[in-house]
């Protein structure tokens, strides 16, 4: 499933290539809103909430969409070849110069701008939204409310904080020296919302992600998807578990030597 960091680029793309134009098509290839048209309404902005991508048009109307794992949006020129087959578009959205195609996408729904808060209300606070004192302690709190539960899984629950996915899971818990099984009650709280914030934030303009600071090829991540291979940091292989219940489990990447603690 993509990070928050992708995202929240994606978004910004969308709302580079859409915003200020009026739609001449639009296809939302879904049961529920077959019958919606779009065309001839004004898309206001493209807005994100943690995974969640708003879009906004004129009469007070808002198409959220999700990514989940194999989701995607592109931006097309009129008669430009698409990258992916046909049928997977689940939506188009044409403005004169620009069309927006989104590929399996399996979360989709149109709703009153006015209801935004159904759609994404549940959610912990963005880590790259506006982002007050506010928002900052609200997230510590939430991860902090739980204290016997795995720290890694509480850092992907959205519910917590939004926009963390697996491989900044792996990596902030790297970068904290714990595994990513300790118990919330064992780690600082504190340190690994902002330390979610800061990695997030640092790749949210960017194609290509980093937590090591070197964006050279193989060099850009600490742990994840590195499993069997030496340590950064100390040489000890890195090790891959699978972490969380049933249709919820989730690979963990962790250095047992940099990261003592309980593992799987």
Known sequence: MPEGDTVFLTGRRLDEALAGRR???????HPRLATADLAGRDVLGVATVGKHILTRFSGDLTLRSHLRMDGSWHLYRPGERWRRPGHQVRAVLEVPDRLAVGFALHDLELAPTAEEPRLVGHLGP?????????????AIARLAADPEREIGLALLDQRVLAGVGNVYKSEVCFLLGVSPWAPVAGV??????????????????????????????GRELWVYERAGRPCRRCGTRVRVAGQGPGVQERTSYWCPRCQPGPIA
Do not use: I, M, Q, Y
């Open 188 to 217: 600082d709280a504190a340190a690994a919302v902002r330390l979610s914030r800061k990695l997030l934030l640092a790749n949210a303009h960017r194609p290509h992600r980093t937590t090591t600071g070197d964006s050279g090829r």
């Open 23 to 29: 739609l001449v098509r639009a296809d939302l290839r």
């Open 126 to 138: 963005d880590l790259l939204g506006g982002w007050t004192a506010e928002d900052e302690a609200e």
